[in-house]
């Protein structure tokens, strides 16, 4: 499966200024990437409009091919493929408990309450939270959130994953088991795209950079090789 960007334009309302300024891009399911790039450069802007939270005004973005619908069914299909773990994951959740949270997508995907539970408790061994799941979200702290939002993308059982910097608020211990979730999902066929500013964990981690400059795709390519800076 294929996430195409062509000539991609976003622009945030009552802002003149576009924050994505024609993004192309191709991503394949199984991939690695990292996305790089300075504070304000697009990075979130593009997840966002990877899962139709925000719409280009210019461009498409293409699924397997097919351009997007922007209606009910159309970002429903898109959403079912592509899931985004936001900056912030107070951005993300809002249920009662964490248990509640992670169940809330795969009971949207129309699924039955037997089946989200299996899903709740499959992705919370995953992203290690079984102890958690009666817990209110706002009793949390910062990196169990972000396990916690992580867990509620994974139950829809994306082919597409944007993690935003998740690993920023991670100790130096949950670092490298988010790290291994996300390696894991990657073995599994799922391409997952991690907005970092660890240039050092972009280049041991990913399979490919992008690095965005100004809302447009300024260098991409394998870490490492000589060709990919020039
Ligand atoms: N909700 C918003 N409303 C208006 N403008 C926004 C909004 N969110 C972001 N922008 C603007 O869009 C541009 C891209 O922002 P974006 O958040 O995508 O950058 P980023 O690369 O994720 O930055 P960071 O590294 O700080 O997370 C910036 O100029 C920013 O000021
Ligand atoms: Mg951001």
Redesign the pocket.
């Known amino acids: 499966m294929q996430l195409t960007f062509i000539d991609v334009h976003v622009r ?4 003149d ?1 576009s ?2 300024n024609g993004v192309n891009l191709e991503i394949n399911t199984g991939e690695r990437v990292a996305l790089v ?12 409009t990877a899962n139709g939270i925000l719409r280009p005004h210019q461009g498409a973005l293409l699924l397997d091919g097919r351009p997007v619908r922007y209606d009910r069914s159309g970002l429903r299909e898109l959403r079912r493929n592509v899931g985004v773990v936001f ?1 912030n994951p107070d951005d993300q959740l809002f249920s009662a408990s964490v248990y509640q949270d992670i169940s809330l997508g795969p009971l949207n995907l129309g699924l039955t309450q037997a089946e989200a539970h299996r899903r709740v408790q499959e992705v919370a061994e995953f992203c290690g939270l079984q102890e958690l799941l009666d817990r209110p979200t706002h009793a949390l702290s910062g990196g169990e959130k972000t396990r916690a939002a992580l867990a509620g993308v994974l139950a829809m059982s994306p082919r597409f994953l944007f993690a ?2 998740v690993t920023n608020s991670l100790d130096p211990w949950m670092r490298p088991q988010v790290l291994e979730i996300l390696d894991r999902l990657a073995d599994s066929g799922c391409a997952v795209i991690l ?1 970092t ?1 660890d240039w050092a964990l972009a280049s041991a981690w990913a399979q490919r950079v992008i690095w ?1 400059e100004g ?1 447009s795709v300024f260098r991409q390519g394998k870490p490492g090789a000589s060709s990919w800076l020039t």
């Open positions: 945030y309302p009552g802002l200024i924050a994505l790039g300075r504070n304000g450069s697009g990075k979130s802007t593009l997840m966002l900056q935003d910097e907005a500013h965005l809302g």
